[in-house]
Nanobody
Framework: QVQLVESGGGLVQPGGSLRLSCAAS????????MGWYRQAPGKQRELVAH???????YYADSIKGRFTISRDNAKNTVYLQMNSLKPEDTAVYYC?????????WGQGTQVTVSS
């Protein structure tokens, strides 16, 4: 059984920063992809960024230059450093882990950007 536990969400003013963490536990294949999705009220869940176990990264255009994804393979943990936050970044952020035909989600963490 694989579990993903997220932390680091909260309320921040526009222009501020937050760092999300997601720790995976259980039987995890060493070659995998970890990432972050988000879902705003009334909108579909969208991919924010992902990173492979080899270090290749992808960023959605909407967050390029502001967010940085990283991971610690020894700890099976992925991070999302979010800078220059905007109100439109407000959403529930979900951690994702997948390899082969296996797909796992975290419970989500709320990020609210508001003055």
């Amino acid at each position: 059984q694989v579990q993903l536990v997220e932390s680091g969400g909260g309320l921040v003013q526009p222009g501020g920063s937050l760092r999300l963490s997601c720790a995976a536990s259980g039987s995890i294949f060493s070659v995998n992809v970890m990432g972050w999705y988000r879902q705003a009220p009334g909108k579909q869940r969208e991919l924010v960024a992902h990173i492979t176990s080899g270090g290749s990264v992808y960023y959605a255009d909407s967050i390029k230059g502001r967010f940085t994804i990283s991971r610690d393979n020894a700890k099976n943990t992925v991070y999302l450093q979010m800078n220059s936050l905007k109100p439109e970044d407000t959403a529930v952020y979900y951690c994702n882990l997948h390899w082969g035909g296996y797909l796992y989600w975290g419970q989500g963490t709320q990020v609210t950007v508001s003055s």
